[in-house]
Nanobody, 127 residues
Framework: QVQLVESGGGLVQAGGSLRLSCAASGRAFSSLAMGWFRQAPGKEREFVGAISRSGDNTGYADSAKGRFTISKDNTKNTVYLQMNRLKPEDTADYSC????????????????????WGQGTQVTVSS
């Protein structure tokens, strides 16, 4: 089992920045590919970004490209989502997810690929 705990959410004005963290325990972090997803009220959960087990490959939703950066620190068992130039439409509950991955350089976009999920952290962007 893997336990995931997100932190770093909050209220920020449009144009501001936040850094979300997701701390993992229960499994060798270097064996996990990680992803960030979000869900706004009344909407389905959507992909934000993901990073490979090795940390050398990343992928982003179009809405996140150029503004968000995902990184993975295998020494701290933590994955980060740096969010810049935030917009009101970024308001959502953000969750991290982990996948036992055999492939060092593969990242995953779909929710069904992931084995473990955190509880989420709320991000609210005011206009």
């Amino acid at each position: 089992q893997v336990q995931l705990v997100e932190s770093g959410g909050g209220l920020v004005q449009a144009g501001g920045s936040l850094r979300l963290s997701c701390a993992a325990s229960g499994r060798a972090f270097s064996s996990l590919a990680m992803g960030w997803f979000r869900q706004a009220p009344g909407k389905e959960r959507e992909f934000v970004g993901a990073i490979s087990r090795s940390g050398d490959n990343t992928g982003y939703a179009d809405s996140a490209k150029g503004r968000f950066t995902i990184s993975k620190d295998n020494t701290k068992n933590t994955v980060y989502l740096q969010m810049n130039r935030l917009k009101p439409e970024d308001t959502a509950d953000y969750s991290c997810a982990a996948k036992d991955s055999l492939y060092g350089s593969r990242w995953y976009r779909v929710t069904a690929a992931y084995d473990y999920w955190g509880q989420g952290t709320q991000v609210t962007v005011s206009s």
